[in-house]
């Protein structure tokens, strides 16, 4: 697939049949034919990759089913294949779609379809993403307990009834404890975007459970546990989510509170998925 359609845009496709041929293109372009985990690396976790072993290969998104987007929207990013020290092959998604980019739901968690089809049974999802908790301040790295998905979306189809009781793993958030017991957990509150909130929109993710907010991960983690797999959650604090700290957001300093942040957090998620 390298032409400039997508076939997840045309409304009669089966998403699992894409997820499943993109799969295979995996398979064939990193000669690795099945993968044990699946890490998507949100803003400020784009480095964490290097430490998590040795990278066998890297491959353009714009190469594999689905991933592919019209020329004007520039680069997908790339997916690369990583061996463990342990042994494990994790797939490395660094090309995640966004909600609010408007090419539905089924664009946004084809990367967790392929990954599950490439036969990954732990979904590692990371995010950066905003703070309700005053005493986290940027740079934080919080595990997601639970969330809330504000989208008024799904990626379901259907009469597709899903349980979500522990989607983000008890478990894996326990392995992770064992690594870094300092670590917090919060509900991600996934909004639509792209605007950040406005003060009053944080008051009500607060109330009516939140704790941190964003604009990814809970339509991944739903689509997740379709597949069947087990999720772990991370959320980076870059900033004070809007009227918790009184200064304007801005993207800037949410870019820089990541890039201070990333060797912490990088060690942090090599060490946790290496204990996987
Ligand atoms: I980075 O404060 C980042 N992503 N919705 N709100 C939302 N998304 C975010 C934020 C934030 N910070």
Not at 194 to 213: D, F, L, R, S
Request: with cysteine; glycine share 10%; charged share 20%.
């Amino acid at each position: 697939m390298s032409d400039t359609s997508n076939p997840l845009d045309d409304p009669t496709a089966d998403p699992f049949a894409v997820a499943a041929e993109a799969a295979a293109d995996i398979a064939r372009l990193t000669g690795v034919e099945r993968h044990d985990i699946a890490l998507t690396l949100g803003s400020g976790w784009g480095r964490a990759a290097e430490l998590v072993g040795e990278t066998t290969a890297t491959i353009p998104a714009s190469e594999v089913a689905g991933f592919s987007a019209p020329a004007l929207e520039g680069h997908v990013g790339s997916l690369r294949s990583i061996l463990t020290p342990r042994g494990k092959r994790v797939l490395v998604i660094g090309a995640r779609t966004h909600y609010y980019e408007g090419h539905g739901v089924r664009r946004v968690v084809h990367s967790v379809r392929t990954a599950a089809a490439t036969g990954a049974k732990t979904m590692v999802l990371t995010n950066g993403a905003g703070g309700i908790r005053p005493s986290w301040k940027p740079g934080t790295p919080v595990l997601i307990s639970d969330h809330i998905n504000l989208t008024g979306d799904s990626p379901l189809e259907g009469a597709t009834f899903i349980d979500l009781t522990d989607l983000y793993s008890m478990r894996l958030r326990d392995l992770a404890r064992t690594i870094d017991p300092s670590l917090d957990e919060g509900v991600y509150c996934q909004f639509r975007g792209p605007q950040y909130e406005t003060p009053a929109e944080v008051q009500m993710a607060k109330i009516i459970g939140g704790h941190i907010v964003g604009m990814s991960t809970a339509l991944e983690a739903i689509a997740a546990r379709q597949a069947g797999m087990e999720i772990l959650g991370f959320s980076l604090i870059t900033n004070m989510a809007a009227g918790i700290q009184t200064t304007p957001l801005s993207h800037k300093e949410v870019i820089e509170a990541g890039q201070l942040a990333e060797p912490v957090i990088s060690s942090l998620l090599a060490r946790v998925i290496g204990a996987m």
